[in-house]
């Protein structure tokens, strides 16, 4: 080492400061691309998601049909998984998080109870997990709150 460099070493026991930044429940995501797509191109009728998007050749021989309904499923576990993960955060946003997860899961509910076009597996599917969100959340939230508890 020269006598012209200069060694940073940074603090220890000192982490740079997490922003908590407020993001939204995803699963709202697949609930708005369902009813986009249920009454735009659909016209309201549910049957049309098991329509074929594209088929993937397998090397077994036979194809891998795809269909709108499983591709916006796969969709909805992935915004799912995102969510689990973002209720392992423990700041104060994540309670207004948990919060509007419930709401979505409400709107599938009434949407899946009072309208026809939601009357579908796909649109089920995404109901049961905007409630696996709901869940979650709130198991993890508590979890976590329970183990930041010491007894004296």
């Not at 930044?21 to 369902?34: D, E, Q």
């Not at 919060?99 to 796909?122: C, Q």
């Amino acid at each position: 080492m020269t006598d012209n460099e200069t060694v940073y070493i940074p603090p220890q026991g000192h982490r740079a400061p997490r922003r908590n930044r407020f993001v939204p429940p995803l699963l709202i995501l697949p609930f708005l691309a369902y009813n986009l797509v249920v009454f735009t191109l659909f016209r309201g009728n549910p049957v049309n998601w098991g329509a074929g998007m594209f088929a993937v050749p397998m090397p077994s021989g036979m194809p891998w049909a795809v269909s709108a309904g499983d591709f916006l499923l796969v969709v909805g576990i992935i915004c799912l998984f995102i969510e689990v993960l973002k209720s392992t955060n423990s700041a104060r946003s994540s309670i207004v998080e948990h919060m509007l997860s419930m709401v979505v899961f409400v709107l599938f509910l009434v949407e899946f109870l009072l309208v026809g076009a939601a009357s579908s597996s796909v649109f089920f599917l995404l109901m049961v997990m905007s409630l696996i969100d709901v869940v979650a959340g709130f198991t993890v939230s508590i979890t976590s709150a329970h183990r930041d508890v010491s007894m004296s």
